[in-house]
């Protein structure tokens, strides 16, 4: 993303770019605070990731999370406006993608729970301008990204069973961290704003996420948390990021990820 001089601070709803309707921004805002919320915080293991392949492997998923949120981004504005400018209560990203990595299983935890989600959101969103013409710009973003999205499944997905199905120490940590962000997950089935009704079908979507989830878990030789253990769309701690409530590491991260484009306004590369 290059600075833009004079770019005015965004507030309240987005701006639709010329040409999209306002419905298609907003989904495509949370859709794409999802992506850049995700693709920064797989950076932060620049330097600390287990393994020099490994640190490779996720800069790639950020790259790709990162290249994701740049084609959202386009249909509603000016990207580094929405990127930089905006307050934490005007991200609608959901409250899983900004946990912080914590250490390694949880960072595999995280992705594994939001990329079987995405893969299964984009696959239905891919084909939806058929029936919902006006969806046709988030269609080609969500068809373009579902080839990578299918390698951060599988990414996910292999270091879950090799920690889940590995030593006892493990084992246990990577069940402490499917556990510990479970709390999170129920935000993901929620509706999101500009999407029309039914898309995605939000039990059918569920179960299949858990099917798949509840599969990868088997291969690991982990237990699926309980389903109903997820807190109700009431509940503040985990389902209110669309609504622009977010936990309390969102904060400082969004302080460090703005935190030069905010020093040298109007500045250039």
Known sequence: MTAISGTPAVSGAPTPAPGAEADTARAALALGDDALVLSHRLTEWAGDAPVLEEEVAL???ALDLLGQARNLYAIVGDEDALAFRREEREFRNVQLVEQPNGDFAHTIARQLYF?????LLYAELAGADRE???LAPIAAVAAKALPELTYHRDHAMTWTVRL???TAESTRRMQHAIDALWRYTGELFEPIDGLPTGLPAPTAHRETWLRRIGSILDDAKLTLPDPGAAPDRDAWAAGAGRQGLHTEPFGRMLAEMQHLHRSHP???W
């Open 59 to 61: 800069a790639n998923l």
């Open 266 to 268: 109007g500045a250039s």
């Open 115 to 119: 990329s079987v989600h995405r893969e």
């Open 132 to 134: 919902h013409p006006r």
């Open 164 to 166: 889940g199905d590995g």
